[in-house]
Structure formats: structure tokens, C-alpha cells
């Protein structure tokens, strides 16, 4: 809804904006048609020489790096906007190899691709600046920016982005629930760098369970590893570090391989608990056969540097765990970039950021977010079924039949998907099993319902309403949506392509933005994989491993990383994991 | 001369040997023969559970896991004795691509190998400790350890290792000459990790070159490269940063690509000055070419955050260059654990661990030095030249005739390199050339020489005395040489194989440690190197980057780490050099 007013700007030139009153507009013109700031002392602002703008485009920036954005920067037509990235991470990382990378199965730099890379391809149309965003001032349409080399840049490592339209995909960070000790002691598992310290970590409980002269008691506290977490994520490291135990490490400190125990904890009742039962059961099976230990039904209430404290959930019973490593992976939490921004909106006390349909951040006309930083609040069909209800009654006869609402029935289920999640769940064949109840759909388009009747039918429709998982594969396809959007955006003025409006007159310009499940993969060691693939088929054991393998090969943002990422697990066949301490 | 002692000593078991007052032996003998010993309070110690030893076999303990350690380890017979390995770093490195890391040509990955693997093929015959030796008590036998997982060991991170031999091999450490800031501001190039610094701050100097608000002149400064030292180490570096720059950051970069400088600083008057003359002027040229800036006969007096100070040695001018980085690399210096052990045994102020032929530290019977902390003190002939005379003077006629001196020259040759060294520098064809000098030689073996004659013709023999460059192809043959004596050790006491004693009656038990120079290589970047092959053959261009790739392939330790470091030949060929700040 809120895309409207957006569009309706969008032939307005940047010229006209309000340009904040504490910035001095220099609109110094140089050489080819750029434009510079000056600041008033001690703020940070853009001067002219890196930024050379084509009059008359839009600037468009991107914040962040990961799958959302790049993504979208692959897709985008970057002739059509002034282009500008802000990322902290000058890479693209292939985030579902982590818990590979952790245990050397797959190389660090094998799943990354430099942003500079993938920008290379669109003809140098896009800049990109190492740094992090840490203000978003929609008021004034600006990003505050912050590069990491602060040292020697005397005051020249901040500095200000004006933007006409912005994309945040900055991502999530890991959430610790305000659990104590968890910040100091616990490994997470989010970035490249994450990994490639738990690899270190994991090495050195190995070689300090070694030293001569430590107790069978205290090599074996050195050598319990805890998995906070029985997510896709903390479930794959599991199996990943019992493989590399047992394939690998076993060899090479035979003193101690009895003594390694591996815990992993969970506050549900189940493992993998958002895959189909059948996958859950596995797992933990196969889990208890590789002597992994999970604990479930546990809250880790605090973590010292010695132990995890942790309580049983149904008995209230405590207890404490020395441990030699803790990984934590819980799911994730909200950037303090994305709550000031939540804050400054009136999205207060969010765990995500709030956008509509077509990922427009509620309350912020050009402002978009796509991936793990956003969660999408669907329209509720209650909200709008007055509307609605005139929409469909064509006749204005204050009565709606099944043929009437048959004609509008397909526009609405695009608007308002929860109504084909229902309509599915109840078995329902037709409108007619909607609007009339299954037994009385034999009366068929005799019938004719008015408002009350037409609200009581569509009375539970809404329950059916899903916010997306904060996985790679939404974030992916959120940034190619959005993309195309931001392409078509001059056409979709004239030519609206989407369904039809039901609080005002016309159609939406675009198709709202749907989500497709291709699946989920949760790899469990040992060559077994388990797969859900849509239509509820669930494979499990080394074929999808071998699925998992020529999917995740196929998935690779470039030829250059699928031919690491293939022979690093070629090179892992033939010598087994490296156990130096790079 | 020392090596005698020590094998006298061999036969004796270690259980006479005096056990330090200070320590309480407990002797506890446990499972397979394990002896424990236990500490009087705060004294670290070795407890029995980790060490199992062999009754009868002598302790041997090796400090280090680089080149000379690790070809020590590989040639060692090691059912011939319980040998235990001390090293902070788990792995060999190969320290000739270490250049080739810092820019990503290679992957650190690919040039390390686990010691434990190395160690693995010996049947687990040795034990390795990943600790640091900080202490060699040389008069108790024993070696003091401090792990680096220092947190919560509650003391038992410092242990003790009881030895009957040592063996020293822990390298050296970069020489900053006590040049003010160098510690604080430069990057050095001796560990795995400093190219991995060193990478990571290359690129971190691009993108912050290429944040929005500097002055042309900011950028400059950021990226401008500096490298301290012309040896080839730091022009090896140099050639590579050239290329990383030309081949692939140019691309991604194209803002800054023309701002990019690279000075390399040399305080000699030429660079690779170790290198036959031809390729000194050949990469000075080629780096004049490539735009680097070679600065010859300039001395750093100091390096601040900002700028680097030198000082040119023949005219005094002071500059102060500002800097982005830089990196040194203009020699070793000792190690503290070193410089405190060469004072306790009375080797005060010296540039290395002084040991005889044998590579027996001086003044300790049963340590034994190799690598780059140790240096062989070459036996000078004139301090022996009374009992060579009388060991050459056969009849005791008191004269010494040509024929005479003929009998013994090839053992004299072996004991005193230094004797072959001169003869050949002054074109002598025989022993008579250099009794009679060259003139008088058709007088052959009529003339006979007195002790005075004898002196005055040998008097300048002992100028061609030198000492060994301190490289990965001396401490690997350092290391081979050693475990072959030990090896040899027992048979070696009946079958005496080395030279004829001088000072007393009998033979030598071994051979004297010759080194065999088989050449080195100079890579120039661009696809060029030089190589200085033995009998002054000198090889410069594409051809000898072949032959340095093939050389260099060929001497990986392990098929493993070949087959990595060919792939990364051919990945960099194939894909560029990855960006990415991994």
C-alpha cells in the first residue's frame, strides 16, 4: 500500500528535496556533473571525488553484502540508478558451508566472493565502500556510515550517504536470549570469520588436551564441545565435528579420542524441530548412535568460563557443565542499526523490520529491507473485508454470490495468500466450500451471503498467516523480487502488473512478493543427508547427501568458488581434514 | 671435538645420572613403565599419564617444527629413542612460499603440514607438545614449557621435559637493529600468520584508499607500500605485490589504480647483494621497469604511525616518508629462550648458538643446535697447526715433506673446509703449490718443510672460513645430517667413520656436517626469476620461474601439500588472485 506515494515521487527530481538545514549545500559542479557537500564541522560528509553521479538518476543504496543484497545488485539494471553499496565485509559468503568451514571440510575462501567481483560485471556502474552503516536517517534520506580503518583517518572514517531510494539488508546478528557469560564465552556461528575461529578452537582443545601433565578428568572437560542450538545450524556442526573426531582427528591424538564428548542442547522437544518429524526422529537416532549426547527440553540459564549452567525445562532441575568449547546457535537478533531505525519509525520493540507486501518498510516510502533484518506483516483479510466485500459485490446488491466472489477469488488469493493456505487446509475444492461450508456447496450459486454472513465465513482465514523462515533461500529470492521491481519500475507506472487494489480504485504495480519453497537440506554427518522437498517428500541418507552435494555445487554465486568448493570436498576424500592451526 | 663425552656417556642408562635436588623423584612405575615424577609445590612438572617411555631408551627432546626440526623428525630412526617434540605452531610450514602467501598466489593452507601427520608415519614413536620452550636448563637436563592455552590450566600450562639429548631448532626471529617503532608498525614476514597479516592489510589498504572523503593525496599515502630490506625475502614480497596490484586489484580497483607506489628500502648499495652481480642488476632493472622504487644505501632511523624516517648513509639526508604499509624483512636476531640459554653456558653476546662441526653446542655434550639459532664455529687450522704437523710429520723427523702432507691432505680437507676453500681460490692444482708455493713446485718431493715453513704456508688458509647463510637448505640438511649420526650413534662408537683426530689419538665418529649448496632462486614477479645454480651458473627469465615452480613443487613435504600448491598455481591462473579480506 505504501508503495504508492513512492511511485508517485518518482518523477520528482532529487533537486526538490529538503536538504537538511545543518548540511551547507556546496553543489560544487565539477568536471563530470558532480556533486559535493561541506560539512559544518566535525560531521562526516561525501566530497566530491569518489562519487561521480550522472545527473538526473536515482541513488540507490545497498546496505550489506549477503545473500539479500547481492541478489539483488545481480539482478538489478544498474544503468538505471546511481548504485552505491556499504558493507563492512567486502565478500559475498556462501553462507549454508560454514558449519563445512568450521571443520576444514570446506575452505574459508572457497565460499566467499569478493562484492568487488560481482560489482566488476555491471561495468563499474555500482560503487561499493567498506563500511558499516550505523544510522539510518530517514528523515533526511541519509546513511551514516563508519569504515573500520579507523586508525590514521583523522576523523575521515565516517561519513554520509544521501539516498533516494535505500535497500537495508544488513542481515541479523546471533541472539544470546540476554543469556549471562553466553557474549564472553560462547563461539557463534554467523560469519566466515565465526568458523574459522571455532576450526582454531576446536584444534586447540585438541593439542591442549594433550599437555603432559593434566588429569583424565581434565583432558576430558577440554574435550566436551557443546552445541547450544538444535537449529539446521548447530545441528550440521554437531555432525560436522563428530566427522572430523572421528575420520580425522582420532588419528592424529590417539591418547585422547575416548575422552571426546560432544552435547548437543536444545530447549524444544525436538531436534531440527521446522522439519518434518520423520527427519527429526532420524537425527536423533543417528545422533545417539554416533554417541552424540542431546539434551532436550534444556535452557542454558548461564555460561562461566568453566561450565554451562542449565536447567531442565519439565523438572526445574539444575545443572552445571564443565565444558572445553561452547557454540551457540540459538537463532538470531536484531542489529542495533536496524533497532535505532525501528525505533526512529515507531516500529518499537520489533524483532524484525516491519515491510509490507512488496518489501516497502512500513512507515518509509523508499525505504526496502529484504532478508534476515526484515520480516514481511502480511495484510489481514479482516482488516479489509468491508472493502473487499464491496469489491466482489459488482452488482452493489449488498449480497455477494459464490459466482461473484468466484470472479474475484483469484486477485484476492494473490493479495491475501493466507486465504489459499485455508482454503487448502480445509480441504475446501472450491469457493463455493468457502463461502457456503462444505455440506451446503451443493446449493451452489442460488445462494447469496451478506456482509455478516461473508465475515463469518472468512472469519478463521487469517490464522493461516506464516511469516517466512530467516533463511538464505528467502533472503535470495527477496533481493532477485525486488530487483526486478526496481527495474520495472518506469514501465509498471502505466502498465500495473499487479492485482487489484481493494481500499482504493486501480491496480498494485507489481505482483506482491511470494515466496517459494525449494526445499531445505539438513546434513547429518557420516555421508547421510535428510531433504524436505516441497510436496512433502522427505529423503533421507546418502543419496540426499549426494543431493545436498551437486545442490549446494550448483547454488555457487560463481564458476570460481564451485570449483573450490568442489575440490576442497575432492581434496577432503583423498587426505582427510587439515588439523594444523591456520 | 665435544662429540666424544657425549658418546662415552651413551652406554651409561640414564638411571645413574644425577636427578636435581630440587625435585622429588617419585619413580612411580605404572601400567607399561611409566615414570613420574612429582614437584616440590609451584614447580612445574611432567606427571606420568601422557609420557610412556621405554626403560632403557634415552630421552630426546626436539624444540621446534620448522625446516631444520621437521628434516631432523623425518630422517630420525625414532624406535632408537623416546622422543618428544616441543613447538608452539602444530605444523611444518613451508617457509619459501610464504611470499607467495601474502598476496594469495597461494594459500597458507597449502604450504602447511601437521606435525602430527609427519610424525604419524613413526608408528606415534614421538610425542609432540604444542608448547613453547622458555627455558633450557642445560646443567639439570631439563627444558621448561609453557603451553599457550594459558587460561583456566590453573597452572599446569608450564611443564617440564627431562632430557639425554636436545635438540635446539627453534629458528630466529626478525631483526628490527632496535630500530625505534618497527615492533609497532610494520608487519614482519617469518610466520604463516604475518602473511596472512600482511594480506589482509594489503587489501584493507585498498578499500580504505577507496572510502568517499580523501584528497588524491590522503589515497597516496594509504597506498604506498613500503618494504624494508632487499634480500629475497623482501624483494620476493615486492615482485609479488607488484603483480597482486598490476594482475588483479587494478581491476577492482580502477579509482585508486594509478596511486598505488611501492618503495622497497635497501641499506646495502645493492639489492639481493647475496646474489651473483647479474641478478642484482637484473631486478634492479626489472623493478625500475615495474615502477617500484628501490631506495639503495638508505638506512631507517625510525618509523612512526604515520611516516617511515630514513637517513641516506653517504650524503646523511634526512626524509620522512609517509606510509600505508610496511613490511621488514631485513634479517634474524636471536630468540630470548636462546640469548638466556647462551648465557648460561657462557656464549655471551653472540648472533647465534655457536656449535663445532658435529653441530654439538659448544660447552654442552648432549645439546645440539640447527637451523637459523645456531652457527657452526668453524675449527681454525692455525690453533691445531702444531699437532697437524706432528701428525703429518709420520717419521718425526721434525720436517715435513710433500709427499707426507699428501698422506693426510684429504683428512685435513674434511676437518678444514676451509683448507680445500683457499686452494682452490688461489688456482693451487696440488699440496705442493701450497707448501712450496706455485712457483717452486717443480721441486716436488725433495724439499721438505719445518714447523716455521709449514706455518707461514697455511698462515692465510684460515681467512676462506665461512659461515652458513640462514636458509630453509642448510637447516633442512642440518637436520638430515643429524638424524643420520643419531641414527648411527651405536655403531658409529665400534666403527669410527669420520676424519683423523688431530688432538688426540683415534678417529672422529662421524663425518663433519658439510653443506651442499644446490643453488637459489630469486622469483622477480611478472613471471621472471633468477636462479644462481652451482658452478656459477646463473639463469634469469621465464625459463627459471618454470624451473623454480618445478623445484619448488618437488620439495613439498608431503604429496598433500603439493597437490595444493599446484592447484593454487593453477587457480591463480586460471581465476586471478582472490580480494576477498578472509
Known amino acids: 500500500m505504501r508503495f504508492l506515494p513512492l511511485l508517485d515521487k518518482f518523477i520528482v527530481g532529487f533537486r526538490d528535496r529538503h536538504r537538511i538545514p545543518r548540511l551547507v549545500l556546496l553543489l560544487g559542479i565539477s568536471g563530470g556533473g558532480l556533486v559535493s557537500y561541506s560539512e559544518v564541522k566535525s560531521d562526516p560528509s561525501v566530497t566530491d571525488s569518489s562519487i561521480p553521479r550522472t545527473q538526473g538518476k536515482k541513488r540507490l543504496v545497498v546496505l550489506g553484502t549477503g545473500w539479500a543484497a547481492t541478489s539483488f545488485l545481480k539482478d538489478l539494471d544498474s544503468s538505471l540508478y546511481d548504485v552505491q553499496v556499504v558493507s563492512p565485509r567486502n565478500y559475498f559468503a556462501f553462507t549454508p558451508l560454514l558449519p563445512s568451514v568450521t571443520c576444514g571440510t570446506v575452505e574459508a575462501r572457497s565460499i566467499v566472493e569478493p562484492i568487488r567481483k560481482l560489482i566488476k560485471r555491471k561495468n563499474d556502474e555500482i560503487h561499493y565502500w567498506e563500511a558499516e552503516c550505523i544510522k539510518i536517517d530517514a528523515a533526511n534520506k541519509q546513511v551514516h556510515c563508519l569504515s573500520k580503518h579507523d586508525k590514521s583517518m583523522e576523523g575521515k572514517e565516517e561519513f554520509l550517504l544521501d539516498y533516494d531510494f535505500l535497500v537495508i539488508a544488513v542481515g ?6 540476554n543469556t549471562p557469560g553466553v557474549l564472553e564465552h560462547c563461539h557463534f556461528l554467523k560469519e566466515v570469520e565465526d568458523a574459522q575461529r571455532i576450526r582454531r578452537s576446536v584444534l586447540d582443545c585438541f593439542e591442549k588436551a594433550n599437555l603432559p601433565n593434566l588429569s583424565e578428568e581434565e583432558r576430558k572437560v577440554i574435550l566436551h564441545f557443546v552445541v547450544v542450538g538444535g537449529g539446521p545450524t548447530g545441528v550440521e556442526f554437531a555432525a560436522e565435528l563428530h566427522d572430523f573426531v572421528c575420520e580425522d582427528l582420532v588419528r592424529l591424538y590417539p591418547a585422547v579420542q575416548n575422552l571426546v564428548k560432544i552435547t548437543l542442547v536444545q530447549s524444544g522437544d525436538h531436534i531440527l524441530n ?9 537425527a536423533e537416532q543417528k545422533f545417539q548412535r554416533d554417541g552424540i549426547d542431546v539434551k532436550m527440553g534444556y535452557r542454558v540459564v548461564e555460561v562461566t568460563d568453566k561450565s554451562i549452567n542449565m536447567k531442565r525445562k519439565d523438572t526445574n532441575e539444575s545443572s552445571s557443565n564443565p565444558y572445553g568449547m561452547i557454540v551457540w546457535s540459538t537463532g538470531i537478533g536484531t542489529r542495533p542499526v536496524i533497532n535505532d531505525f525501528m525505533d526512529q519509525i515507531g516500529q518499537h520493540d520489533r524483532r524484525a523490520l516491519a515491510t509490507n507486501e ?23 483479510i479482516m482488516e479489509d473485508i468491508f472493502n473487499i466485500f464491496k469489491v466482489a459485490d459488482k452488482d452493489n ?5 459464490v459466482q461473484e466472489f468466484q470472479d474475484v477469488i483469484g486477485e484476492l488469493c494473490e493479495r491475501y495468500p493466507q486465504l489459499e493456505l485455508y482454503m487448502k487446509k480445509k480441504h475446501m475444492r472450491n469457493v463455493a466450500d468457502l463461502l457456503l461450508g462444505n455440506k451446503e456447496s451443493n446449493q451452489t450459486e442460488s445462494k447469496a451471503l451478506n456482509i455478516e454472513e461473508f465475515k463469518l465465513a472468512l472469519a478463521e482465514v487469517d ?9 538464505a533461500q528467502v533472503a535470495a529470492q527477496q533481493g532477485a523480487y525486488l530487483a526486478k521491481c526496481f527495474n520495472h519500475m518506469h514501465d509498471s507506472e502505466t502498465k500495473p502488473e499487479g492485482p487489484r487494489r481493494i481500499t482504493e480504485p486501480g491496480r498494485h504495480r507489481f505482483h506482491p512478493f511470494r515466496y517459494k519453497h525449494f526445499g531445505q537440506f539438513a546434513p547429518l554427518g557420516g555421508e547421510q ?6 510436496g512433502d517428500w522427505v529423503s533421507i541418507g546418502q543419496s540426499s547427501q549426494w543431493l545436498w552435494y551437486s545442490v549446494y555445487a550448483s547454488k555457487q554465486v560463481s564458476w570460481r568458488t564451485r ?17 594444523s592451526q591456520i
Open 172 to 177: 541479523a546478528q546471533s541472539n544470546t536470549f
Open 274 to 282: 521446522m522439519f518434518d518429524e520423520r527427519i527429526s526422529t532420524f
Open 358 to 380: 512488496w518489501l516497502n518498510v512500513r512507515g518509509c516510502d523508499n525505504v526496502f529491507a529484504i532478508g534476515d533484518c526484515a520480516t514481511i506483516e502480511q495484510r489481514k
Open 397 to 401: 446488491s449488498g449480497t455477494l454470490t
Open 463 to 471: 490464522s493461516q498467516m506464516k511469516s517466512l523462515p530467516a533463511t
Open 529 to 534: 543427508a535428510a531433504a524436505e522437498l516441497p
Open 563 to 579: 570449483v573450490l568448493v568442489l575440490f576442497d570436498w575432492t581434496k577432503r576424500f583423498v587426505f582427510g581434514r587439515d588439523s
